[in-house]
């Protein structure tokens, strides 16, 4: 039985790979979850697979500078949000973000957002050092490469996100 696990597991990790884009994680906007220099692999963007979901960290053209970008899922389409003093109200209700890293005190800038049918907001972890949705608004699906599922170096902090 333990080596059809294993099979099981490497089959996974080997599709996975396969199927997978490698991207370098610049900056800071997404510590501590990713830290600069990370090496990390993104899903491939397949139609008909699951649609993105909040909490899912992506990769996406960045509509400043065309370059590709890593961040948080924070709203999705049809939703109504607020940031404010740091916290983020979806419809009306504070959500819960453990990964976030708040700005230092005075640094918060407040948005909203009414999100359209096809688009997502996206916020860096490091609220303090961090440019997305709130300097480029929300992302429309289709600038969505793919989602982070795996972190491969440094070593000491490889494994599945």
Same mark, same amino acid.
């Given at each position: $039985?333990?080596?059809? #696990?294993?099979?099981?597991?490497?089959?996974?990790?080997?599709?996975?790979?396969? @199927?997978s884009?490698?991207?370098?994680?610049?900056?800071?906007? $997404?510590?501590?979850?990713?830290?600069?220099?990370?090496?990390?692999?993104? !899903?491939?963007?397949v139609?008909?697979?699951?649609?993105?979901?909040?909490?899912?960290?992506? +990769?996406?053209?960045?509509? #400043?500078?065309?370059g !590709?970008?890593?961040?948080?899922?924070?709203?999705?389409?049809?939703?109504s949000?607020? #940031? &404010?003093? %740091? @916290?983020?109200?979806?419809? %009306?209700? !504070? #959500?819960?973000?453990?990964?976030? $890293?708040?700005?230092?005190?005075?640094?918060?800038?407040d948005?909203?957002? !009414?999100? %359209?049918?096809?688009?997502?907001?996206?916020?860096?972890?490091?609220?303090?050092?961090?440019?997305?949705?709130? +300097?480029?608004g929300?992302?429309?699906?289709? @600038?969505?490469?793919?989602? @982070?599922?795996?972190?491969? &170096?440094? +070593?000491?902090?490889?494994?599945?996100?």
């Open positions: $039985m333990r080596l059809g #696990l294993r099979l099981a597991r490497f089959t996974y990790l080997f599709i996975g790979l396969l @199927a884009r490698r991207l370098r994680v610049v900056g800071h906007s $997404m510590e501590p979850f990713l830290r600069d220099g990370d090496l990390i692999l993104i !899903t491939r963007r139609p008909g697979r699951r649609p993105p979901r909040r909490g899912d960290v992506v +990769a996406f053209r960045d509509p #400043l500078t065309n !590709t970008s890593i961040k948080r899922i924070c709203g999705l389409p049809g939703e949000l607020r #940031l &404010a003093e %740091g @916290a983020l109200i979806v419809q %009306g209700e !504070t #959500l819960p973000e453990p990964y976030a $890293m708040p700005g230092r005190e005075g640094e918060h800038r948005m909203e957002w !009414t999100v %359209g049918a096809d688009e997502y907001v996206l916020l860096g972890d490091n609220r303090g050092d961090s440019r997305d949705s709130r +300097a480029f929300p992302v429309r699906r289709s @600038a969505i490469m793919g989602r @982070a599922w795996f972190r491969y &170096a440094p +070593a000491d902090r490889s494994g599945r996100l």
